[in-house]
Every structure is written in structure tokens, then in C-alpha cells.
């Protein structure tokens, strides 16, 4: 699975890592942000290797988390959601706004490859494959984004609210839309002039 090959989604050593994810995400959710010990002992369960001082808000959805990795002062908004068939990689200082979505699996695009089929035992499954996802730091995915799999956004980038990225996203753009594009560099013009400007790293 991890490799992007075809594999059995209904394996059962699978849906127990799903069951655990998913139940892992309920307790979460059903937190209040108060409870901010608990909450981050679950978070570190469900996703292991996030970094230092990273917020991600409720609800959150996982298919596994483990196969997800956060960097450094990472924040996530409301309804983020990760299909992590594959690897996700997020770099450091990485804003996602709501509604983002993170998917890398993928299906056959015949129906004949495609369907559900019954295996031996009598039990129903059909075969996906994924591809993996990398946001590089210092990115912004704004609200209602979601990124396909296969795809990476170069670190600094910034892609508007509702966008569906379906192609690599160089370092240092501004893009938007559906398919997203390319609309310019972010550039030393964009600079505005902060009241209390912080080093840049």
C-alpha cells in the first residue's frame, strides 16, 4: 500500500489500523479545546511524528495517522482531513485553513478494475493503489483546499480558498483554482511591514 501498488483495502491487519485511527479521531473531536493534555496525548497516538508546538484543531479525520508527519508550529483548522493510504509529509510552518483534504488514494478508472469482488471467504473488497502527498514549509493551504495524490506544493507557497491541486506546485507561488494553477512568484514585493516583523529562519 504504501508503495502505491495495488492492494486489498478490506486486509484485516488494515482495517484494524483504521479502527484504531478512526476511534482515536472520535475521542479527539469529542474533547473540548480546555482539555488540552488529553488532547495532545491523543494527537501523538494518532499521529506520532508531529512536531513541536503544531495545533490542529476538531474534527479531525484520519484513515490511519501514522503514516502522516508534521513539522514544527504546524496549525490546522476546523475539518481537516487526511486519507493517508500513502505518506503525507508537512514541512514546518504550515498553515491549513478549513476544510482542507489530503487524499492519496486513488481507484482504477475502468469499472471492471474498479468494482467490488468477493473473495474466498465470502467477504467483499475491491483493489486501490495511492500516491503520496508532500507540503513543503512555510505553506499555505487555504480554506476548503484539497490536494490529490502524487502532488507536492514547493515550500512558501500559497493556494487559495476552495482549490483542487492535482499537479506539483513549485517553491515561493501564489495558485488557485479547479484544476489549481500557477498565477505568479510570490516575490520581496508581497512583503508587508509588520509591527513586530519576526526573523525570517
Known sequence: MLAGELYNAAD?????MRGKAHELCRRYNALPESAADERE????????QIGQ?????????????????FGDRVFANFNFTVLDVCPVTIGDDVMIGPNVSLMT??????????????????????????????????CWLAAGVTV?????????????????????????????????????????SDAMDLPHRVPER
Open 12 to 16: 484485516p491487519e488494515l482495517g484494524a
Open 53 to 69: 508546538d503544531s495545533e490542529i484543531l476538531g474534527p479531525v479525520f484520519f484513515d490511519y495517522g501514522v503514516f502522516t508527519s
Open 148 to 188: 490529490t495524490g502524487g502532488v507536492t506544493i514547493g515550500e512558501g507557497s500559497v493556494i487559495g480558498a476552495g482549490s483542487v491541486v492535482t499537479h506539483d506546485i513549485p517553491a515561493h507561488s501564489l495558485a488557485f483554482g479547479t484544476p489549481c494553477k500557477v498565477i505568479r512568484p510570490i516575490t520581496e
Open 41 to 48: 496525548a491523543i494527537m501523538r497516538e494518532l499521529v506520532p
Open 105 to 138: 488514494p486513488l481507484h482504477p478508472l475502468r469499472f471492471q478494475e474498479r468494482n467490488m469482488r468477493r473473495a474466498a471467504d465470502g467477504s467483499l473488497f475491491d483493489y486501490e493503489y495511492g500516491a503520496p502527498i508532500t507540503i513543503g514549509s512555510g
